[in-house]
């Protein structure tokens, strides 16, 4: 008698797991449940699917073989997994996969594969490069972090969702990897808004500019994404503000952590961080635009544009000023 189809589950059914769970519908797999903090999210998803709409993270899991979670963040992480809570994941861990999808601390992920391990179950860390588009058509980036034996017996489902799953190590070491990933897409966008603004400063046409963009060094994946958005002020959420926001600071608690000072990221932190003071942590990543653009919330005063910094700025480019005569590398 042939095996019963595995019964999945989502924990966590936003903009990007609603439509992992769609996709794996489609591709002919059984959606057993779905939950979310936010219940009308939940309700639609389970209407569409024909999941049950399930009342607790506990509940998810009692009915599922494999439960994907896709939240917001550490402390909401720690929330569904809490060890002493009975509507967590935590009740029902015994031979259960969890696939934990969402972009965490290291240490966060590590936790959770020691808590679920010794309840008799198994994890795996598969962080998603990508967006709505690229869940909703399967071609999703993972980079994946656990045992290998585990690795093995999740691939077959992350494969339905992207085009690439890599194994990068063991717990933690895929986390690590994403936070670098999503450092440096943020300022690489940071820096496009910042190009386009003083493009727009200076009278050029943007879409003339973009296109240069686009032959020369300043080609980016990000300027493919968002340089539209931000000439057309088209803040769609795809990736938000405050998911920027929250990766960049995991980096720099790394960065930290490791002893290494990295100006351009706390800079870009400080953007996106000013971005969620005014209000706008919901709005796309590429909205970091509307504090470059002089008609829009405007830049602010950077300690680029200190007295002392404009001085030197203007003795290194005083014209015919000759090189010190002395080695600068040896």
Known sequence: MPNPPERIGFVGV?????????????????????????????EVLAQELGSEQAASPARVAEISDIIFTVVSGDAAMREIYAEQDSA??????????????????????RDIEQLVTERGGRCLEACMAGSITQAQE???????????????????????????????????EAAQVKALVNMVMNSNTVALAEGLGLGAALGIDLTLLRDVFS????ASRVLDTDGEDMQQRTHECYFSVAHAAKDSAIALDLATQAGLALPVACATLSQYQRLMELGKGDLDKSAAAELT??????????????EENVKRRNDSTVQGQAWPEKKLFT
């Open 293 to 306: 653009f002089l008609d829009r919330l405007g830049s602010s005063k950077s300690t680029c544009d200190s």
């Open 88 to 109: 967590s994941l935590m009740v029902h861990v015994k031979d259960r996969l969890f696939i934990n999808c969402a972009t965490l601390s290291p240490n966060v992920h």
């Open 215 to 218: 032959q020369t060094g300043a």
């Open 138 to 172: 399967g071609t999703l980036y993972f980079m994946c972090g656990g045992k290998p034996e585990v690795f093995a017996s999740a691939k077959g489902f992350l494969e339905a969702l992207g085009t690439k799953v890599q194994y990068i190590g063991q717990s933690g």
């Open 14 to 42: 936003g903009r990007m797991g609603a439509n992992m769970a769609r996709r794996l519908k489609g591709q002919g797999y059984c959606i057993a449940a779905v939950h979310d903090r936010h219940a009308g999210s939940s």
